[in-house]
């Protein structure tokens, strides 16, 4: 593990047609980390994210996808991710291929992938339009029981970015509150970036709703207090919910779109 400004780390472990997942469930979105892959002009990723949200719908604007796969898509309490729409739409500002899961699937798949599995199984799916929809999508019968299962494939990203509260001197990692499949990604993925609000010499005793990564399942740690702003990191910041409402109608045009994301991101200093 290396403590690493947000610049550095990025540009060393996240490079053009890389797969990256990006996750955080609620809180801990890491939303500065998304800035900066716009900053260095990362392009062609295929972008995994259970719950893409509004740091997506922003990569995907900014030109930095080629695929997306993910289980539900929107900007949460209000409405359509409306950069997603004009790429899948319009092809604007290219097209995009998107590769539809359920929730179940994805935890599943990043669980596998993390086992060193090839497939994920599950019971679902059966009675699903999403069958006819992604190729990805097949049945197995169980050997012992001759149950049909559902099979995805395994995910295995080449990086996973998260953001959490704290790291040690050692690289170890502390997530506290609502705890998503941080934890699965980044032991599924090849590389792992990490943002945390501070780096700390004791982690303190964990609550019961909290993830310790290991240092050594960590390529790089940034210190970036905020990091995960507009969604909150518990115990440190909240939801700036007037921002998810105001994203509508920034989203909604791309003129508008493009002149936030200079003025906002592009302008902006790195971590």
């Known amino acids: 593990m290396e403590l690493l400004s947000l610049r550095d780390a990025v540009a060393r472990h996240v490079h053009d047609g890389d797969t990256v997942a990006m996750e955080g469930f609620t809180h801990l979105i890491p939303f500065a980390a998304g800035h900066e892959l716009i900053r260095q002009h990362r392009r062609d990723l295929t972008l995994i994210r259970m719950t893409p949200d509004i740091i997506y719908d922003q990569l995907i604007g900014a030109g930095c996808a080629r695929k997306l796969v993910f289980s539900w898509g929107g900007n949460p309490g209000v409405g359509s991710l409306h950069r997603l729409r004009d790429a899948v739409e319009h092809g604007w500002p290219g097209s995009i291929e998107i590769e539809e899961h359920s929730h179940a699937a994805m ?96 982690l303190a005793a964990p609550s019961p709703n909290s993830v310790v990564l290991p240092g050594w399942t960590i390529d790089a740690v940034a210190v970036v207090p905020g990091g995960s702003h507009p969604s909150y990191t518990h115990g440190y910041s909240d939801r700036d919910n ?30």
């Open 242 to 271: 007037a921002f998810y409402k105001a994203w509508d109608a920034i989203s909604r045009d791309r003129d508008t779109f493009q002149q936030w994301i200079r003025d906002n991101v592009l302008d902006g200093e790195s971590p």
């Open 107 to 202: 935890a599943s798949a990043y669980a596998a992938g993390a086992a060193g599995l090839p497939i994920a199984l599950l019971k679902g799916y059966h009675g699903t339009d999403l069958v006819e929809h992604n190729p990805n999508i097949r049945f197995v019968e169980d050997p012992f029981t001759g149950q049909r299962l559902a099979a995805v494939p395994a995910l295995r990203p080449d990086v996973a970015v998260i953001h959490a509260q704290r790291a040690d001197e050692d690289g170890n990692v502390l997530i506290e509150g609502i705890v998503g499949v941080q934890k699965e990604s980044v032991l599924s993925a090849s590389r792992a970036v990490v943002t945390v609000e501070e780096v700390v010499a004791d």
